[in-house]
Antibody, heavy 123, light 111 residues
């Protein structure tokens, strides 16, 4: 049974760095074809993909946010960490992590999602 | 970047009636291997998204056969054969041909 759970601060100040942790179970990030991604959703708005890390060390980022994002994995602890620098009120959103199966290059799917963690950016 | 455009933005459906959602991509999603990587997700109110359809027309495990996907190239459609109350929520298409991008979403409610 695959589960994922996001954790991190619910409130950050503008210009601060956000650090979110995804703790998962039911799979290993050392298994070929497996990845974990981050997706966010501002209140009342659409989903936006942020970043993904794969079993082989390949990390990929949204072109729009690449300069602000870092994704790292600790396969032994079953955790993936996302950091986003220079937070702004427009980054207020629910942040989800999700299990990704990848076939090759970009091709794959998000088949299991965490419940999400809300983050508000405000002074 | 590949832009995904969904229509309509809102859909109100009588229970038992069919529904259809369109998703168009700014570039062809057909890969050199002949496959097309276009998925559909449903986000029920207050819940995370869940995978419904992958690779245009393949239902994910446990998904009702009332849901079907079709399309090719840049034009794709999600159909619900007979809408039920549990189908209420926002539907998103997502492409993974080049980076990952979601459509703007279609909100479905019951009349």
């Amino acid at each position: 049974q695959i589960t994922l759970k996001e954790s991190g601060p619910t409130l950050v100040k503008p210009t601060q760095t956000l650090t979110l942790t995804c703790t998962f179970s039911g799979f290993s990030l050392t298994t070929s074809g497996v990845g974990v991604g981050w997706i966010r959703q501002p209140p009342g708005q659409a989903l936006e993909w942020l970043a993904v890390t794969y079993w082989n060390g390949d990390n990929r980022y949204s072109p729009l946010l690449h300069s602000r994002l870092t994704i790292t994995k600790d396969a032994s602890r079953n955790q993936v960490v996302l950091t986003m620098t220079n937070m702004d009120p427009v980054d207020t959103a629910t942040y989800y992590c999700a299990h990704r199966l990848v076939y090759f290059d970009w091709a794959g799917l998000f088949d299991y999602w965490g419940q999400g963690t809300p983050v508000t950016v405000s002074s | 970047d590949i832009v995904m455009t969904q229509n309509p933005l809102f859909l109100s459906v009588t229970p038992g009636q069919p529904a259809s959602i369109s998703c168009k991509s700014s570039q062809s999603l057909l890969h050199a291997n002949g496959k097309t990587y276009l998925d559909w997700y449903l986000q029920r109110p207050g819940q995370p998204p869940q995978l419904l359809i992958y690779e245009v027309s393949n239902r994910f495990s446990g998904v009702s056969d009332r849901f079907s996907g079709s399309g090719s190239g840049t034009d794709f459609t999600l159909r619900i054969s007979r809408v039920e109350a549990e189908d209420v929520g926002a539907y998103y298409c997502m492409q993974s041909r080049q980076a990952l991008t979601f459509g703007g979403g279609t909100k479905v409610d019951i009349k």
